[in-house]
């Protein structure tokens, strides 16, 4: 089918954006179809809903019998009868396949066939289904086993299959060409071309296939050859939909019109004997679908977008007294499909919704249909006794006992010969891992080989001892991973060892021993940590991004700021990025760049982390910039404006890391074309054939970052002297410099890290020869020598050797602007400043100092992909508000783990294991050309009344009452929270083998419902807060018997609850935070860890701790509120603000 043609506005559909389509009831159809849906944890619906009983189907018209939801808020894009069995299937927008079984529409089976793509075509076979996707070609059982998966080119755009017998298959789509498969080799074997643009349709009968182009063009082909025989041109504009029965076929389309493409509500009519068009037939709807129903006579439904249906003769006149309408869920009806007895047609609306209509109360899709295979329970049958009366009883069931008597099958010593095999070497991964409980050791299993199983070989090879005696005897060995032993622990992949207590008994101060805070690796795409950390310690971005505040309810730089703020409150604990990833997976420019990861991906390691991480860095710089250019502030966030960094003019972020340039374009005639520009960031541009030279030419890196900032290139560009394209010459001048210096070192191949590699070399040579001149290259000094060759008192000290391996990298770059739209760069040393005098003095002639503050670098690991840590220059304010000291320190910020190190080591680069990604270099005295403070621009009117986002709210059955201006809340003031959570991702765990149950990742959560009640005043003991946090992700589990929460309760358009975004409830929170109340909860550590907030430990009376004994268990709330108040919680999902009135 082409769905480009029916409508522009489909083609809006993303997979990005599934999970923020919610059904919407439309205005004819009957309230209750909803009411009584239950939905799985995947939001799919569980039994169909019936029409009202009082419904009557006449006897030959077609009436709706039943409705269902397939899949909430997502278009079902296919749908299509079995012909084998009596099941409907349906294909949604979202890759995911369910079947329905009799006219009742029971659940069948679902299942994902697709993770990106939308479901095109599904084709009934004998022994299973076929579905058909952009480039994938998935053979599937009906209950969902799959048996093969073809993958076509990435560039193929497949629409249509068509069965030509039971195992050749043709698929066509819009390219120039058509694929023949056989089914039975899962084989290519024959490519049959086409005109541009494709075929999108295809039909069969007994003389031609027929294939309907999006160019209007229906073309009739031989059967063995697939020879063009003759051919059609229906319309002007595209084809929508055509069929074919007898000697007539059908079709609908657009027309070109001056505005554009419009409906044509003529049906083009041919007869295949004359091959030619006769009178066409005029309806009452725009048609989209088409299908000849053959019954008494040569009836055809054409069925509109919107919903109408008429059945019509195609010779005939369309009458209007035949049209009805099928009441779509959504606006736009999506695919339409008639089953083989033709007694029942299915329809697919754009939210998700299959409508049934049938012609009889008890329709059967197919004349002879076989019988359905159910799933049964399991019945384990007792063993039957044995009979000793039967002469074919399997010796093997009766027990033998032990005898000393010689068996027949021992061979005589003279014959044999005792040959002990010698045991296979244990897995060296199972030695590393293994754990020892007295004298046994537990190791889990590397699922290397099969379960219990183990080869056994009479010959063993060289290659096996080698191996056998290179597994480590020691313990300290067998720690060590093979890949890893050269790289240091700090800079290992770290991952948090979760217990039945989850993170409450972790050891991160193990980890961490500063004050400052890291950040947690177990959240999707938390790759990011590192430019999160590198983002935070700038301080006029902290600063920046601190006193923003907007309206829009998904703003990296809102959430980049509330993380910011947890940073700044946090004393060593760690913190997690969550609601900024949570914000970051919504933006719809981060999924096109692919920055968005699937769990599988990030576990495998899949893809190049330097890449993705270059790629997030020039995201986030643009993201940023353009949310600091919105200078409109909403009336709900006053305050916001009142930031020492807003402007008139650029944003404050495209003063820091914009550079200001001048592109010019010289043709050989002559010709030159300027145009100004700018960048936020530089990617390094390396020397051609820079490693072909082994000899080791030296190459300062500012050579190459000033080849890379004015760079220049020879490319075929657009005279519009020579009205032509001609050879030009492209180069980059630099007007105005940033104040920091942001650059992606592109290290992404062999090539590259050969060059750096090469020139680290060539840079330490260089330095021995500086410090003392030429040494044999067999002379080794130790580090007590070398420190005797440094200067005399007053000089700076010269360094170790070990100080000057693998480092080309500058501490500090000298930039200046010349008269002539130049640039000169030069690497800088502290030696140099006694040279030319301070870089403040200079500044005013053009002349920049710039000093390295952060390198990020990627961690090799074959095994796992390897991970991002950041080398970080802390700066005096960072360290004088955390620990009252005032100096700078590089630190290593491995997610949680964070350690000072010495600031050789942040340019050290061992291409082996260490290859750099991102450079950060800011000017001297940077912070003194900005105000840093920062004003809380959260204010109590976000305490306000607001109105709530479900439509169908009642305001009799309010939970709440807000606060009144008389009744804000002062410092000390009491409140009680408790909040409520639904399951995004399920907990994966392991068995191990002595029993014990390990987390691997635990549980996402995602906050739901949150309620605050007054603790003191008039109105002690009534809720100001009772918010439904409104979600677009996927729930697994609602937790109902927990939370209450229920399916719906969370979707805008159908929900009656007080319906709010996370953004605006967790304002409020901040509000109260930073006022200074004082919040009575029961386990408030895990409803703040969620909400992802930091409180201070003063602020919080947690009843977990406050009732809890030494080496104790927890006691429950449900316990505390029946001993001390005499409450029964719990009863029948009870409305929650009862569990924050029930703390003491």
Request: glycine fraction near 6%; include cysteine; charged fraction near 20%.
């Amino acid at each position: 089918m082409n769905f480009e043609g029916l409508d522009p506005g489909l083609a809006e559909y993303a997979p990005a954006m599934h999970s923020a389509l919610d059904p919407v009831l439309d205005a004819h159809l009957n309230p209750s179809l909803l009411q009584n849906v239950e939905l799985d944890p995947e939001g799919v619906a569980l039994e169909a809903l019936p029409v009202q009983e009082s419904v009557h189907i006449m006897e030959g018209v077609y009436s709706e019998l039943h409705s269902v939801v397939a899949e909430v808020g997502v278009p079902v894009t296919v749908s299509h009868f079995d012909l084998h069995e009596e099941m409907l299937w349906v294909g949604s927008h979202g890759g995911h396949a369910t079947s329905f079984f009799g006219p009742t529409l029971e659940r069948y089976s679902s299942f994902q066939v697709n993770s990106s793509d939308d479901i095109r075509q599904i084709q009934s076979l004998e022994n299973g289904i076929l579905f058909l996707t952009k480039n994938n070609l998935k053979y599937m059982a009906r209950g969902g086993l799959i048996i093969f998966d073809y993958l076509l080119d990435e560039s193929e755009d497949m629409h249509s299959l068509l069965l030509t017998d039971s195992s050749m298959l043709l698929v066509g789509g819009l390219q120039n060409h058509i694929l023949e498969i056989d089914l039975n080799t899962v084989q290519e074997t024959q490519k049959y071309a086409v005109e541009t643009p494709g075929v999108a349709i295809m039909r069969q009968t007994n003389r031609f296939f027929f294939c309907g182009h999006t160019s209007g063009k229906i073309s009739l082909r031989d059967l063995r050859t697939f020879k063009v025989e003759h051919e059609f041109d229906a319309f002007s504009g595209s084809l929508s939909d055509f069929d074919v029965h007898g000697n007539l076929l059908a079709s609908c389309g657009f027309s070109s019109r001056l505005t554009g493409l419009a409906c044509d509500r003529f049906l083009k009519v041919y007869d295949l004997r004359m091959m030619r068009a006769i009178t066409p037939l005029q309806v009452h709807v725009d048609p989209a679908f088409l299908r000849f129903i053959p019954t008494y006579t040569s009836r055809l439904a054409i069925i509109s977008q919107s919903g109408q249906c008429q059945f019509c003769e195609p010779t005939g006149l369309a009458n209007p007294a035949d049209i009805f309408h099928v009441n779509p869920v959504g606006p736009l009806l999506m695919t339409f499909d008639v089953s083989a007895s033709k007694q029942a047609l299915a329809f697919g609306d754009s939210e998700g919704c299959v409508h049934l209509w049938t012609d009889s109360p008890e329709p059967s899709f197919n004349p002879y249909s076989r019988e359905t295979e159910f799933a049964l329970p399991c019945l384990v049958d007792s063993l039957p006794p044995l009979d000793w009366s039967q002469d074919l009883l399997p010796l093997s069931l009766i027990p033998v006992p032990l005898t000393t008597d010689t068996l027949l099958s021992d061979w005589p010593a003279a014959n044999s010969a005792p040959a002990p095999r010698r045991a296979p070497p244990v897995d060296a991964e199972i030695l590393r891992t293994m754990k020892k409980v007295g004298f046994i050791g537990y190791a889990p299993n590397p699922r290397t080989r099969l379960r219990n199983q183990i080869p056994y070989r009479l010959k063993e090879s060289d290659s096996e001892s080698d191996s056998f005696s290179k597994v480590a005897e020691s313990p300290i060995g067998r720690e060590e991973e093979p890949h890893l032993h050269m790289v240091s622990k700090k800079y290992r992949k770290v991952t948090i060892k979760y217990s039945k207590l989850g993170l409450e008994d972790f050891d991160f101060k193990h980890y961490n021993k500063t004050l400052f805070a890291g950040l947690e690796p177990h959240i999707p795409n938390a790759y990011c940590n590192c430019m999160i950390q590198v983002l935070y310690f700038l301080e006029p971005v902290r600063c920046l991004i601190q006193n923003h505040l907007c309206q829009k309810e998904f703003c990296l730089a809102c959430e980049l700021g509330f993380l910011f703020h947890m940073l700044d409150l946090s004393r060593g604990d760690p913190c997690q990025g969550s609601n900024f990833l949570r914000a970051f997976r919504t933006i719809p420019e981060a999924s096109a760049l692919g920055l968005i990861l699937a769990d599988s991906d990030e576990a495998s390691g899949k893809g190049s982390l330097a890449r993705l991480i270059q790629r997030w860095n020039r995201f986030i710089l643009t993201q940023l910039h353009q949310d600091m250019q919105e200078l409109e502030v909403p009336q709900a966030y006053r305050g916001a404006a009142s930031s020492s960094f807003c402007s008139s003019g650029d944003s404050v972020i495209g003063q820091l890391f914009s550079c200001e340039m001048e592109n010019c374009s010289l043709c050989r005639c002559g010709s030159e074309t300027v145009r100004a520009s700018s960048t936020l960031l530089f990617t390094l541009s390396y020397p051609e054939g820079s490693n072909s030279d082994k000899t080791g030419k030296n190459c300062d890196f500012a050579q190459v970052l000033k080849r890379s900032i004015c760079l220049e290139q020879n490319t075929q560009a657009w005279c519009d002297n020579c009205e032509k394209y001609q050879p030009t010459i492209q180069t980059r001048n630099i007007r105005h410099l940033p104040d920091i210096l942001v650059i992606n070192c592109e290290v992404n191949s062999l090539k590259e890290a050969d060059f750096w590699r090469m020139q680290a070399d060539v840079a330490f040579k260089m330095a021995i020869k500086k410090h003392s001149g030429e040494i044999s290259k067999n002379t080794e000094l130790a580090l007590a020598d070398w420190k005797e060759l440094g200067s005399p008192e007053g000089m700076l000290r010269c360094p170790s050797i070990e100080e000057l391996k693998n480092v080309w990298l500058p501490f500090s770059i000298r930039m200046k602007l010349t008269k002539n739209k130049g640039l000169d760069v030069c690497n800088w040393t502290d030696g140099d400043e006694m040279q030319w005098g301070p870089a403040r003095a200079e500044e005013e002639h053009g002349v920049y100092v710039y000093d390295l503050m952060a390198t990020v670098v990627h961690i090799l690991d074959s095994r796992t992909g390897g991970s991002l840590v950041a080398h970080i220059k802390v700066g005096e304010t960072y360290h004088q508000r955390k620990e009252g000291v005032t100096h700078q320190q590089w630190y290593l910020f491995n997610d949680f783990l964070i350690e000072p190190i010495d600031k050789h080591e942040a340019v050290q680069f061992d291409m082996n294991w260490k290859v750099p990604a991102i450079l950060y270099y800011t000017k001297r005295n940077l912070n003194s050309k900005y105000n840093l403070n920062i004003k809380n621009p959260i204010e109590a009117s976000v305490l306000m009344a607001e109105a709530s986002l479900a439509r169908k709210q009642r305001k009799t059955h309010t939970t709440f009452i807000p606060l009144m201006l008389n009744e804000m809340p002062q410092v000390g003031d009491l409140v009680g929270l408790d909040a409520e959570f639904v399951t995004l991702n399920e907990e994966e765990a392991e068995l191990r083998s002595d029993g014990t149950k390990s987390t691997i990742k635990p549980s996402q959560m995602s906050v739901a419902r949150i309620t605050c009640v007054r603790g003191q005043g008039p109105n002690e003991g009534i809720p100001f807060i009772d918010d439904y946090i409104s979600t677009q992700e996927q729930v697994v589990d609602y937790l109902t018997q927990y939370s209450g929460i229920k399916p719906g309760d969370l979707d805008a358009k159908i929900s009656s609850k007080h319906l709010t975004t996370l953004k605006s409830t967790y304002l409020k929170l901040r509000f109260l935070i930073d006022i200074g109340v004082k919040f009575v909860g029961h386990g408030l550590q895990k409803d703040f860890r969620v909400i992802n907030l930091m409180v201070p430990k003063d602020q919080v009376l947690d009843t977990v701790y406050l009732f809890h004994m030494p080496r104790k268990r927890m006691i429950s709330l449900r316990f505390l509120a029946w001993y001390f108040l005499g409450l029964k919680l719990f009863h029948l999902c009870l409305p929650r603000p009862e569990d924050s009135r029930g703390d003491p």
